[in-house]
């Protein structure tokens, strides 16, 4: 099918237009970015309406790699789970785009900004197009290089530049753990395809250990992307690019490859139960270590920096689970949500003049409305309180964890679902207190905040709206789309009071952090001050 060339096309082309016009007319290439991606959605939509059922849809772009035996055309392949992820990559990008252009009018380098995210989306939906582990590898790889430009954006400032080059670097690392994987397979397989690996993989009579140590390697490449311990030390720091760079990054892109690389590779990581009881105890460790340094921080773009690291965490508990669908719902409200905190959390500092220390806030629910009332939305959500879509996809994963059949995990199982409901509560924690510094009290900074052009707004309204609703239907919808790629269990149906009252740990973390901000605000100063 041809239209999923033109998938991939329109960012590509739109990254050289947005340049080569913007610098001619620099208001011009925000707009000739935005609609390229926009274009990439429609053709996504395009291929998502003519998938057939159960089935998938392919396009060998070109033949590619004809050496050694091993022949693999620059295949793109559209199934369930991929058409997904575009659509999560190409939408939430599209308002990200959106955004982007009143967040930038006034950078004199702005054309050059958006060639960048342009190129960005072009790498990552190659990422997920590909048919192939070497497909999938180029868009890895694109991913890892358009991070490292973004990031380091503003490069005359040195921290700047040195925060892009430590993206670069740790994912490097990443990247060589996801490359003796792809060997090892090949090795043992004589081929990449994912069809043919799967069809390989069920044919073999191959122990365990080898899978393990495959998986292991493959984790080694999600943990440098995905942000897990040791590799999740970039990813706070990515936070020194543009905020709609952060959004990009931390929400419907580069940090939910590992994940989409381990629901892809399923049929192989469920014959790798020790690599998956690994995955994991780092993904739990992750998820509360983020979870407890998000506490301390005071920068808004830091809270939201750590607190994605501890939701990819999440993520990857439910993969190690099994419930690799359960993952791919968590990345799409993740999607709405941190997108739609990102680009408040930009909003605010464009409306106060650069201003990003929570201290110098307070206040601004009556001067920044829109953004203010966006923003509490999608804390209620990612504090997993229904009927938002965050409880769906949280309180799925908990579940998954409940019910996981893997006989390493099952003996520490009662251990592991407590410590994720820990993180759960620390999660609603720290993102109301942020809510309640940011936008409650008296206003505490110099500057004079106002609310932000509609280009921003707008992009808030929707992505709060898809945080808020986006629960209700793929709890059933989206297993029953996904089954078809990703193994799916039964899911029961909840009522929505019985979904409120499973709602106790993010209502009991929000009700702590507004009473201990507000009525009690001295006692975390003494806590500090300790």
């Known amino acids: 099918?041809?239209?999923?060339?033109?998938?991939?096309?329109?960012?590509?082309?739109?990254?050289?237009?947005?340049?080569?016009?913007?610098?001619?007319?620099?208001?011009?290439?925000?707009?000739?970015?935005?609609?390229?991606?926009?274009?990439?959605?429609?053709?996504?939509?395009?291929?998502?309406?003519?998938?057939?059922?159960?089935?998938?849809?392919?396009?060998p772009l070109l033949n590619w790699i004809d050496v050694a035996g091993l022949k693999l055309p620059f295949l793109l392949h559209f199934d369930a789970l991929t058409a997904v992820m575009c659509l999560?990559?190409?939408?939430?990008?599209?308002?990200?785009?959106?955004?982007?252009?009143?967040?930038?009018?006034?950078?004199?380098?702005?054309?050059?900004?958006?060639?960048?995210?342009?190129?960005?989306?072009?790498?990552?939906?190659?990422?997920?197009?590909?048919?192939?582990?070497?497909?999938?590898?180029?868009?890895?790889?694109?991913?890892?290089?358009?991070?490292?430009?973004?990031?380091?954006?503003?490069?005359?400032?040195?921290?700047?530049?040195?925060?892009?080059?430590?993206?670069?670097?740790?994912?490097r690392i990443g990247d060589a753990g996801f490359l003796l994987g792809m060997f090892f397979l090949f090795f043992q397989f004589g081929t990449l395809d994912f069809t043919a690996l799967k069809s390989g993989i069920a044919g073999a009579e191959l122990p365990a250990s080898f899978y393990d140590i495959v998986g292991i390697c493959l984790f080694i490449g999600a943990a440098g992307k995905s942000a897990q311990i040791p590799l999740f030390v970039w990813l706070p720091d990515a936070m020194a690019g543009p905020t709609p760079v952060s959004a990009l990054i931390h929400a419907a892109t580069m940090v939910t490859a590992g994940v989409y690389m381990m629901a892809r590779l399923n049929f192989l990581f469920d014959l790798a139960p020790y690599a998956l009881a690994i995955v994991c105890v780092i993904a739990l460790l992750t998820a509360f270590v983020a979870a407890t340094t998000a506490l301390t921080q005071f920068d808004i773009k830091k809270v939201l920096a750590y607190s994605t690291v501890s939701q990819l965490g999440f993520m990857f508990m439910a993969a190690a689970a099994g419930a690799y669908w359960v993952s791919i719902f968590h990345v799409v409200t993740h999607a709405f949500f941190k997108a739609c905190l990102f680009l408040g959390a930009g909003s605010v500092i464009h409306g106060c003049h650069?201003?990003?220390?929570?201290?110098?806030?307070?206040g601004l629910l009556s001067k920044m409305p829109i953004t203010a009332i966006t923003y509490l939305i999608s804390v209620l959500a990612i504090a997993g309180i229904a009927p938002l879509s965050g409880y769906y996809s949280k309180h799925a994963i908990l579940a998954a964890l409940e019910h996981s059949h893997n006989h390493y995990l099952?003996?520490?199982?009662?251990?592991?679902?407590?410590?994720?409901?820990?993180?759960?509560?620390?999660?609603?924690?720290?993102?109301?207190?942020?809510?309640?510094?940011?936008?409650?009290?008296?206003?505490r900074g110099h500057a004079h905040p106002h609310e932000s052009p509609w280009q921003m707004v707008v992009p808030l309204i929707v992505l709060a709206g898809l945080a808020a609703i986006g629960g209700f239907w793929p709890g059933h919808s989206l297993s029953h789309f996904l089954s078809s790629v990703l193994p799916v269990g039964e899911h029961h149906a909840e009522t929505l009071v019985e979904a409120i009252m499973h709602s106790w740990v993010g209502i009991l973390g929000v009700v702590a952090a507004l009473v201990l901000y507000t009525r009690l605000s001295e006692i975390p100063g003494k806590i500090y001050a300790a």
């Open 1 to 59: 099918m041809k239209e999923l060339a033109f998938i991939i096309l329109f960012p590509l082309i739109g990254s050289a237009a947005s340049y080569l016009i913007g610098k001619k007319v620099r208001p011009l290439a925000g707009w000739v970015a935005t609609a390229a991606c926009a274009a990439s959605f429609f053709m996504v939509y395009k291929a998502f309406t003519a998938l057939p059922h159960d089935g998938a849809l392919s396009y």
């Open 354 to 362: 650069h201003e990003q220390d929570m201290r110098h806030m307070g």
């Open 410 to 443: 099952t003996p520490y199982i009662g251990i592991v679902g407590a410590a994720a409901s820990l993180t759960a509560f620390l999660t609603a924690f720290y993102m109301m207190r942020s809510f309640v510094m940011t936008f409650l009290g008296k206003y």
């Open 88 to 171: 999560v990559v190409t939408g939430v990008g599209s308002l990200i785009h959106l955004y982007s252009i009143a967040y930038m009018a006034e950078d004199e380098h702005s054309p050059r900004f958006f060639a960048y995210l342009n190129l960005f989306m072009f790498s990552m939906l190659i990422l997920v197009l590909g048919g192939n582990l070497p497909v999938m590898f180029v868009g890895w790889e694109g991913v890892g290089l358009c991070s490292y430009l973004l990031i380091g954006f503003w490069f005359k400032n040195s921290s700047y530049a040195a925060a892009g080059r430590k993206a670069f670097v740790v994912n």
